[in-house]
């Protein structure tokens, strides 16, 4: 006979469910795992062993299976210890084989029988509800990241044997308490001083969740710019909330007393980032990187040129697509990475050329090297160029000016809100929609089409670029409340390119 009993396995940022399959049989004692198992799942055997002696429950002196299915997906990770012991529980009649019908279990196990966390809890618990299932049985420590999706029954257990009171019936654990979300406190805007058109690039980028870079000499700003970004985004969403969370809980990165996260995240890796650790992947089980731990916030690239280039051309095709897909041994796994990419860098590699205060030192082969570290298929898919120069002394000794990131805000929300009812989808802005997308609902006035078509020859604009540009100028439109793309909207669009051609013939 054979009994089963189902756990998950990780793939990418999502769960699969898998049954695991346990038969014990005459032969020689040994027990074999299979179904594509990694070293890390094999392990369990003597986890198992140890966990199961110490919960006063014999090791059977058979030749035991167990099988994972479906056979063709991978599995990695040490959360099979638990599904594993209940499976070899329930052959053995030592639980209900019944009791475990429609139950998902995951957890590692010490070899006293306690159950320790693991990761993925909420992406296993998002997949179980799917699924129809009755319910989770998880560790008490990764109860509270279950119990965030709605309509779920969670069953934290801190033992295995208070796993296995709970299946005889004899023991009910509590269900974990309601966290409150995960929040941290936003840098206002008022408080940078000066730069009103890189305030105003700024706005623009939260509107259209466009991609930003900043261009100006130490000192100016650019840093904290930057992080006032998070306070002028639209609050997130629920399932927003659940999307990034879900990312977080695959990483390892919530806390036993994590609830929901619901500020949106700010990354700022360092330019020594490794490409795994800005794209994801690395040894084993394939982590999510900076970019996916930005999905719905902030990437935050200071010093861009410092950075690594293979590193930054592999955002290419993720700044497009909002996906990060990599390759691993006999699979494909993706991690969503849908943010908004904030860079900032210096004019040279002195770092002032232009100012007005201090001369630059470096020569002209100097400059173009610094400038040939960034490609220009990478250049092509920021929207925004923003040249800051040197705060004039008023500004920083004068009182905090412009406004604040509660008014900028509101008027972000009112136009992601325009972009909400137009695309119909929650999320997708005048950057992520699809080109058929933009080009219905450009509405793109005549005298601005010319205007386009003139540009297109003066800037050089490729393809690409152009794009960009209308959907820049789309949502400067949509700021202003406008349904028409005016004249107006597209010069402003077209001086973000002209920054930035403006600043690299300085």
């Known amino acids: ?78 959360h099979f210890d638990l599904p594993l012991a209940l499976g070899l529980l329930a052959e053995r009649r030592a639980a209900e084989p019944a009791r475990l019908e429609g139950w998902v279990s995951l957890g590692e196990l010490a070899l006293d029988g306690t159950v320790r ?39 934290p257990v801190a033992s295995l044997q208070q796993c296995l009171a709970w299946l005889r019936g004899a023991e009910t654990p509590s269900p974990p308490p309601p966290r409150e979300p995960v929040s941290e406190p936003c840098e206002d805007l008022r408080e940078v001083r000066g730069h009103p058109s890189a305030k105003r690039a700024l706005e623009i980028a939260a509107a259209g969740n466009h991609n930003l870079l900043l261009v100006g000499p130490p000192g100016s700003g650019k840093t904290m710019l930057a992080r006032r970004l998070p306070g002028i985004l639209p609050p997130m969403t629920r399932d927003e909330s659940l999307d990034v969370t879900r990312v977080y809980s695959v990483a390892g990165l919530l806390s036993e007393k994590a609830g929901l996260i619901s500020t949106r995240p700010f990354r700022s890796p360092h330019h020594h980032v490794s490409v795994p650790g800005l794209i994801g992947g690395g040894a084993g089980l394939a982590c999510p990187g900076e970019a996916s731990l930005a999905h719905r916030g902030v990437l935050f690239l200071d010093e861009l040129t410092l950075y690594r280039r293979d590193a930054l051309e592999t955002l290419r095709a993720p700044l497009e697509e909002g996906v990060v897909r990599i390759a691993r041994s006999g699979a494909f796994v993706s991690y969503p990475c849908r943010f908004c990419l904030v860079a900032a860098m210096n004019p040279c590699p002195c770092g002032y050329l232009g100012d007005a205060v201090r001369p630059c030192r470096c020569t002209l082969p100097q400059i173009e090297s610094y400038r040939h570290k960034l490609s220009g298929p990478l250049l092509d898919r920021i929207d925004l160029h923003v040249t800051m120069g040197r705060t004039p002394p008023a500004d920083l000794m004068g009182l905090p000016q412009g406004e604040s990131s509660a008014a900028v805000a509101a008027r972000v929300g009112s136009a992601r809100r325009l972009q909400t009812l137009r695309y119909e989808r929650d999320g997708l802005t005048n950057s992520s929609c699809s080109k058929a997308m933009l080009e219905t609902n450009l509405h793109l006035q005549e005298p601005a089409r010319s205007h386009v078509g003139m540009a297109i020859e003066a800037f050089g604009l490729s393809g690409r670029g152009l794009d960009r540009v209308l959907r820049v100028a789309r949502t400067i439109a949509d700021l202003a409340l406008e349904e028409e793309v005016s004249s107006e909207h597209v010069s402003e669009a077209l001086s973000y390119r002209r920054a930035a051609t403006e600043g690299a013939a300085a």
């Open 117 to 155: 966390p693991v990761r993925g809890v909420l992406a296993a618990a998002i997949a179980t509800f799917r699924a129809g299932r009755r319910g989770l049985i998880c560790p008490v420590a990764n109860a509270a990241e279950a119990s965030l999706v709605d309509g779920l029954e969670v069953v």
């Open 1 to 78: 006979m054979v009994s089963t009993s189902e756990t998950i396995a990780i793939v990418g940022a999502e769960a699969r469910l898998v049954q695991v399959e346990v038969h014990i049989g005459q032969g020689i004692p040994s027990f074999t795992i299979v179904g594509l198992a990694t070293r890390s799942v094999k392990e369990a055997e003597q986890r198992t062993r140890a966990a199961l002696l110490s919960s006063d429950q014999a090791w059977p002196s058979a030749r035991i299976t167990a099988n994972l299915a479906p056979g063709a997906l991978r599995k990695e990770g040490t």
